[in-house]
Every structure is written in structure tokens, then in C-alpha cells.
């Protein structure tokens, strides 16, 4: 039986799993990737220490000292198994306290004494016609990780916020023509990105107040249509890419009805030592109520979920 099992392996859960088997704890990490949603990032400028890097670069720095520890395990009892999908999480009836069952998509299941959920979010979908059919085939959620797939090409980046902006602006050296989808009357995001986009963009053309109504194609996209909103009129757009980042939800699919939710799908934490409404089950990161979604916030509340868990585990356990 593991001391804690952690589920993710963004900054918040490879902060934690730092922590955690620096403290002797017995750590098995189960992430699909390393990075989460760090890897989506184009330009990271307001991490401690580094003041300008790609989100790709900082995972490495992550992962390299990750693997480090893993490494070590003369030292450190640190397990990490990337490329896994946990599907759920079940509770267990144990003299010294209630244990966790965790089980993943390949069916293994590994037994726990804490559980520490890390794991971000996912995109938000369309649900428009063609989205899912053309995933990985023109349809992308990271222009991080495929924009250089479309150089020379015309594309589409739907949304209006900060993820939207960004992926304008990684675009804008490799496509040949972007056009910027949004639904509401004028663009959201920070005032510096905005700037970016509207007044140095020769190659972006914006529509606001449009939405996507159908994605097109045959093996590969095509097209796609937008409807205006305000005249109701179809427009068809001859693009090669379709870019969708209207943000993401929290992805606590496998947790089901385990811990309180708040209305957002957020899982609600003591922000004193980030534990759930379960005993023994804590929570960090962008899957949380905490307020900012930041890497450098993420990481925090990594480490204070750690700790949380190591006094429950001295306290229950021990």
C-alpha cells in the first residue's frame, strides 16, 4: 500500500510528489502526461527565476528534476507512471483508517492511504458537427503543440479570451491567414495580448460576435461554417486548421460523487492545507476552487497539499 497516490503531473502534482518523497513518503504518481496543461503554454514571463521561457522548456526543468528523484530510489520512494488514465477512485474500510482504491483505465488498481487529485483540465468542446471526426485531422485544442503543423496555411483559432490570443499569436509567424472566431462582441484576455493581436496582426482577421455552426472535410479539414449573430448570415471559411480554445473544465470525471463539487465542476478544498470533504483526500491545482489558475500558483498549492497529507498520514496512519 502506498503512502499517497497523486493524479496528475502538472506543476501542482509534480511539486507535490517532490515534496511528498522528500518526506519519506512511499509516492506513486499515475498522469497521463508530464506537463499538463504547462505544455499548452507558448511563453511563460512571470515564473520565479526564469523570465522568459516556453511552457515546453519549463516542463523539462520540471521533469528533469522529477526524474531525478525517481532516479534516487536509495533515497527517495518515488513511483511515476506516465501515460495512464485513472478512472476511478473508490473508498476502502481499513482498521487504521479509510484507504483509497485507485483504478485505471488498463484496469490495475493500486491501494493508498491518501489520494491527492491534481488533475487540471481538460478543453472545452464546440459540440459542433465535424469536431470530434476531424480531432487530430485539422481539429486541435493546442496550438502549442501544433501550430508548426500549419506553416503556410490558412487557419481558424476559435474563442475570444487569453488561450484564444495566445494561439493567435504563436500562429502568426507560421500560418498564412488566421481568422479569429468569437462569440461575443469584442474580445476578452489581457489588455497586452488583445494589443497583439488587433493592432500587429497583418495576417489575422477577427470576427466577433460569430460562431462556428459546422466543421468540414473529407480525410483532413477543409472549412468550416460561421454564423453571424447578429444578422443570422452563413459564412464559409476555406481553412486547412481549427484551432478551439474557449477555455476548459475541471477533470474530475474520475472522483465521481467521492468529494463536493462547487458549481463550476471545481473540487472544494480547505485552503489551509487543501484537504477535501473526504478524509484523506486532497486536492491542488486548476482542479480546485483555488481563485488564479497560474503554473506558479499550481505549484504552491502542489506543496501545501503534500504537507496537508503528510500530517494526515502522522496523525491517522502512523
Sequence with gaps: MYDIIIIGGGPAGMTAAIYAARKKMNTLVLTKDIGGQ???SGEVDNYLGFQLVSGAELVGK????????DDENALFDLEVKEGVETK???CLELEAGSGFEVETGAGDKYQT????VASGKIPRKLNVPGEDKFLGHGVTYCATCDAPLFRGKDVAVIGGGNSALDAV???KKIANKIYLININ???GGDEIMREQVEKKSDNVEILNAHQVAEIKGDKFVTGLTVKNISSGEDRDLDVRGVFIEIG????TGMIGNLVKLNEWGEIIIDHKDNGTSVSGIFAAGDVTDVREKQIVIAAGEGAKAALGAYDYLIKKWR
Excluded: D, M, N, Y
Design 88 to 90: 476511478e477512485v473508490r
Design 169 to 171: 499569436i504563436q500562429l
Design 38 to 40: 504547462t505544455l499548452w
Design 62 to 69: 520540471f521533469r528533469a528534476h522529477l526524474k531525478r528523484l
Design 185 to 187: 462582441p469584442k474580445l
Design 113 to 116: 492511504k491518501s489520494i491527492l
Design 248 to 251: 476548459s473544465v475541471p477533470s
